[in-house]
């Protein structure tokens, strides 16, 4: 079965700080896509990046940064220099490669950017 | 605009007193879903489509139908609501590229629904 684990429930870090979101899966297939989503205050999803397994390039925009690791089936997601509104709930989301199957998501991790 | 759209947006009710959430998508996705997202829990299927007049379950389906009579709309419906369906809906929708590679999913912006 797959799962996604996000162990950090709430960070909170001081604006300017850089902060890392971690996020560990697990699935049995060889082909897979794993997705990060913001959800900020006002509750809307807003999608961030979508990462096939075969591409294990960290990606980088503009303050975001995604590190994938299939050796520690990781795929975690840094903010440089972060700003208050980069507060929200962050979810990170599992899908296979059978069409569109359901995306399993991490239980989320609450970042709270103090000024 | 590219959008999904969701009403109502706030939905206060009774126990057993049916209800529909409309999703609307002007993208030409094939693919829509809908999913719950209870504190602790993130986010959970309720129900997918892949294509007009095909439907299947997700991980917690008991308590909704749904239906796809057209590419655009995929309603949800809780005929029978329960204090235990108070939640924030969420529908989503992407391309479906032929089983190949699930595409992006975009949301709609959510349906507080809150059942006494």
């Known amino acids: 079965a797959q799962k996604v684990t996000q162990a950090q429930t709430e960070i909170s870090v001081v604006e300017k700080e850089d902060v890392t979101l971690d996020c560990v899966y697990e699935t049995r297939d060889t082909t897979y896509y794993l997705f990060w989503y913001k959800q900020p205050p006002s509750g809307e999803l807003v999608f961030l990046i979508r990462r096939n397994s075969f591409d294990e390039q960290n990606e980088i925009s503009g303050r975001y940064s995604w590190n994938f690791q299939k050796s520690t089936s990781s795929f975690n997601f840094t903010i440089t220099a972060s700003q208050v509104v980069d507060s929200a709930v962050y979810f990170c989301?599992?899908?296979?490669?059978?069409?569109?199957?359901?995306?399993?998501f991490g239980k989320g991790t609450r970042l709270s950017v103090i000024a | 605009e590219a959008q999904v759209t969701q009403n109502p947006r706030y939905l206060i009710t009774v126990t057993g007193k049916k209800l529909t959430v409309t999703c609307s998508q002007n993208m030409n996705h094939e693919y829509m879903s809908w999913y719950r997202q209870d504190p602790g829990l993130g986010l959970r299927q309720i129900y997918y489509s892949m294509n007009v007049e095909v439907t299947d379950k997700g991980d917690v389906p008991e308590g909704y139908k749904v239906s796809r009579k057209e590419k655009r709309n995929f309603p949800l419906i809780l005929e029978s609501p329960s204090p235990n369906q108070t939640s924030l809906y969420f529908c989503?929708?992407?391309?479906?590229?032929?089983?190949?590679?699930?595409?992006?999913?975009?949301f709609g912006p959510g349906t507080r629904l809150t059942v006494l």
């Open positions: 989503a929708s992407s391309f479906d590229w032929g089983g190949l590679a699930p595409d992006t999913q975009y």
């Open positions: 989301a599992l899908s296979d490669s059978s069409g569109n199957t359901p995306l399993v």
